[in-house]
């Protein structure tokens, strides 16, 4: 079946450190892959998405993310992390032509001052 | 900016009381999703719909019924509800990219008491 993980469910991160998050997608095709970010009370906002192409993705906010095939991985980066982006971020994959797309169960960041 | 909203924004309820929750959306689009977010499950699909009055199942529909007799309205309904479905309901619908990309409402936050 297909499956997204996202093995951290807390990170803490000092404002201004580097931000990495991971995500493991399990699926054999090519997968269309997203990255959400989601404050409190709010709903999900698209970050970024993969779809062909270059593997290294840009998206809102200084984010980008990296699909690397070998290892079923599509990891969220930041070079410096800001106090606004404490969130929690969802990973999200969907199987081209099919209809259900996959949600990881998040990882909650947090940013100390 | 999907154009999609979603009415109640916040609801409490009895246990054994018929619910309905309104996802409404202004651009036309053409498949609609219904989701719960629960701590550590991240986000899971309900029911989603490819076109007016053509809906299908996702992963957890039991207890939930939809309707979509127009475009612009999804329309969810807890036939009785019932304390495990205490959550937040997100709309959805598919647009952007290839009609690759999903576009969340602002959520539902329902308490069955």
């Known amino acids: 079946a297909q499956s997204v993980t996202q093995p951290d469910i807390h990170i803490t991160v000092s404002e201004g450190a580097s931000l990495e998050l991971r995500c493991n997608y399990s699926?054999?095709?090519?997968?269309?892959l997203f990255w959400y970010v989601q404050s409190p009370g709010q709903g999900l906002q698209l970050l970024l998405k993969?779809?062909?192409?270059?593997?290294l993705v840009q998206g809102i906010k200084g984010f980008e993310a990296e699909f690397k095939r070998s290892q079923s991985s599509f990891n969220l980066r930041k070079p410096s992390v800001h106090w606004s982006d404490a969130a929690e971020y969802f990973c999200?994959?969907?199987?081209?032509?099919?209809?259900?797309?996959?949600f990881g169960t998040g990882t909650r960041l947090k940013v100390l001052a | 900016d999907a154009g999609i909203t979603q009415s109640p924004r916040h609801k409490v309820t009895e246990t054994g009381t018929p619910v309905t929750l309104r996802c409404h959306q202004t651009?036309?689009?053409?498949?609609m999703y219904w989701y719960r977010q629960d701590p550590g499950h991240g986000l899971r699909l309900i029911h989603y719909?490819?076109?007016?009055?053509?809906?299908d199942k996702g992963e957890v529909s039991d207890g939930y019924s939809v309707s979509r007799s127009k475009t612009e309205d999804f329309l969810l309904t807890l036939e009785s509800a019932t304390s495990s479905q205490t959550s937040v309901y997100f709309c959805?619908?598919?647009?952007?990219?290839?009609?690759?990309?999903?576009?969340f409402g602002p959520g539902t936050r329902l308490t069955v008491l």
């Open positions: 699926y054999g095709a090519t997968p269309y």
């Open positions: 959805a619908i598919r647009g952007g990219q290839g009609l690759n990309e999903q576009f």
């Open positions: 651009e036309n689009h053409r498949y």
């Open positions: 993969y779809f062909s192409g270059d593997t």
């Open positions: 999200a994959h969907v199987t081209s032509g099919t209809y259900k797309y996959i």
């Open positions: 719909s490819y076109g007016v009055k053509d809906t």
